[in-house]
């Protein structure tokens, strides 16, 4: 997959479309852990019956973006292509997490005290890419008082996985012993948020507390886990099995690099897929898809993952953003970036 500066590699497919002014937004008011009512138009979702007849598990729509002319500058939905987040102080670079070159991160802190973290996995297809592709719209959360870090980990077809879960999850650990030791950064309150391959990396991170753990890494400190508070995944595939139902170059390509198969089995697919993994205890999720995404697609990769994980999280703990006329391409022009902080700010806990 090809490298970006963005939120995700690029495609050929259209842009977006603009979305003009909603009506009133209709509001679920059960408690919630994280509440969709403060985002406008956010609707609770309930899927189609199952087999059985019995309705599935709702979850959170989030609708497209209104213009940022509907609204003042500083309050809009969408943020202007020209956009570059002000950092108050130049980023922690090459943060070693384990012993292993790639296993590197760079850290950029607000300035205030055990700030919440916001840990972005980069796009390439599981064997490119870095760590440098951390986009503007992630590092706007060091201007909200985050700390943003940005994490390489080892590649395919030298590694295959599960070592890139494993990997992020040492990196978590690293960062819940560094807040430990400065007091920088909350070991409690952190959100991982991936783009295309980092997507489903993050997904897998946060769906399987207990697997996927880096055996050679004692965990000195108590209370020091791989556990995190929310993810975030744009355009990342939530199963792999239904992605193969249908031609898919960069899946047949990608995919079996990084698992180390091809051709591949259901079993090997399901095996590393999120919707197939997922347990109690699951943190709050939002997934992003590009409507017209022929590479990861919202019709297999969408609606279907966002009922299985309300199924166990809760209805409001899932939240699906489909950017109709969106191609694998979102970024901070098309992505409702409102609600993306808005949830992340809830599931940390600052809302």
Same mark, same amino acid.
Not at 39 to 56: F, H, L
Not at 66 to 93: E, F, H, K, M, W
Not at 131 to 149: I, Q, S, T
Not at 225 to 251: H, I
């Given at each position: 997959?090809?490298?970006?500066?963005? #939120?995700?590699? @690029?495609? !050929?497919?259209?842009?977006?479309?603009?979305?003009?002014?909603?009506?009133?937004?209709? %509001?679920? &008011?059960?408690?919630?852990?994280?509440?969709?009512?403060?985002?406008?138009?956010? $609707?609770?979702? $309930?899927?189609? @019956?199952?087999?059985?007849?019995?309705?599935?598990?709702?979850?959170?729509?989030? @609708?497209?973006?209104?213009?940022?002319?509907?609204?003042? #500058?500083?309050?809009?939905?969408?943020?202007?292509?020209?956009?570059?987040?002000?950092?108050?102080?130049?980023?922690?670079?090459?943060?070693?997490?384990?012993?292993?070159? =790639?296993?590197?991160?760079?850290?950029?802190?607000?300035?205030?005290?055990?700030?919440?973290?916001?840990?972005?996995?980069?796009?390439?297809?599981?064997?490119?890419?870095?760590?440098?592709?951390?986009?503007?719209?992630?590092?706007?959360?060091?201007?909200?008082?985050?700390?943003?870090?940005?994490?390489?980990?080892?590649?395919?077809?030298?590694?295959?996985?599960?070592?890139? *879960? =494993?990997?992020?999850?040492?990196?978590?650990?690293?960062?819940? =012993?560094?807040?430990?030791? $400065?007091?920088?950064?909350?070991?409690?309150? %952190?959100?991982?948020?991936?783009?295309?391959?980092?997507? %489903?990396?993050?997904?897998?991170?946060?769906? &399987?507390?207990?697997?996927?753990?880096?055996?050679?890494?004692?965990?000195?400190? !108590?209370?020091?886990?791989?556990?995190?508070?929310?993810?975030?995944?744009?355009?990342?595939?939530?199963?792999?099995?239904?992605?193969?139902?249908?031609?898919?170059?960069?899946?047949?390509?990608? %995919?079996?690099?990084?698992?180390?198969?091809?051709?591949? $089995?259901?079993?090997?697919?399901?095996?590393?897929?999120?919707?197939?993994?997922?347990? !109690?205890?699951?943190? @709050?999720?939002?997934?992003?898809?590009?409507?017209?995404?022929?590479?990861?697609? #919202?019709?297999?990769?969408?609606?279907?993952?966002? =009922?299985?994980?309300?199924? *166990?999280?809760?209805?409001?703990?899932?939240?699906?953003?489909?950017?109709?006329?969106?191609?694998?391409?979102?970024?901070? &022009?098309?992505?409702?970036?409102?609600?993306?902080?808005?949830?992340?700010?809830?599931?940390?806990?600052?809302?």
């Amino acid at each position: 997959m090809v490298a970006v500066a963005a #939120a995700c590699s @690029p495609d !050929p497919g259209p842009g977006p479309t603009s979305a003009g002014a909603a009506a009133s937004p209709s %509001i679920d &008011t059960r408690p919630a852990v994280v509440d969709p009512s403060v985002v406008d138009n956010a $609707t609770t979702t $309930t899927a189609p @019956p199952n087999d059985a007849g019995e309705p599935a598990p709702a979850f959170v729509t989030v @609708p497209d973006p209104r213009p940022g002319d509907l609204r003042s #500058a500083a309050d809009a939905d969408l943020l202007p292509a020209s956009y570059q987040p002000t950092l108050p102080n130049p980023p922690i670079v090459g943060f070693a997490y384990g012993p292993d070159p =790639e296993q590197r991160l760079d850290l950029w802190l607000p300035g205030e005290p055990d700030a919440p973290v916001v840990l972005f996995i980069h796009p390439g297809g599981w064997g490119s890419g870095g760590r440098d592709l951390v986009p503007a719209m992630v590092l706007r959360f060091v201007e909200r008082g985050y700390a943003v870090a940005s994490v390489d980990y080892r590649g395919a077809p030298d590694a295959i996985f599960p070592a890139q *879960v =494993e990997d992020v999850k040492r990196a978590i650990r690293r960062l819940k =012993e560094y807040g430990a030791d $400065t007091g920088s950064v909350a070991a409690d309150r %952190i959100v991982v948020y991936g783009a295309s391959s980092g997507g %489903i990396l993050a997904s897998l991170v946060a769906a &399987t507390p207990g697997r996927f753990e880096p055996v050679d890494d004692p965990v000195p400190q !108590p209370g020091v886990d791989s556990t995190v508070a929310g993810v975030v995944s744009v355009v990342g595939p939530t199963d792999l099995v239904s992605l193969f139902d249908e031609p898919n170059p960069w899946a047949e390509g990608a %995919i079996g690099i990084w698992l180390g198969c091809g051709p591949c $089995t259901d079993t090997q697919l399901g095996a590393a897929s999120p919707i197939d993994l997922l347990q !109690p205890g699951l943190p @709050p999720a939002y997934w992003a898809f590009g409507g017209l995404d022929a590479v990861v697609p #919202a019709a297999t990769q969408g609606a279907t993952m966002a =009922e299985a994980w309300a199924e *166990v999280a809760g209805a409001d703990n899932s939240w699906l953003d489909v950017v109709d006329g969106a191609g694998h391409n979102l970024d901070h &022009t098309v992505l409702n970036q409102r609600a993306i902080e808005d949830f992340v700010d809830r599931a940390v806990g600052r809302g």
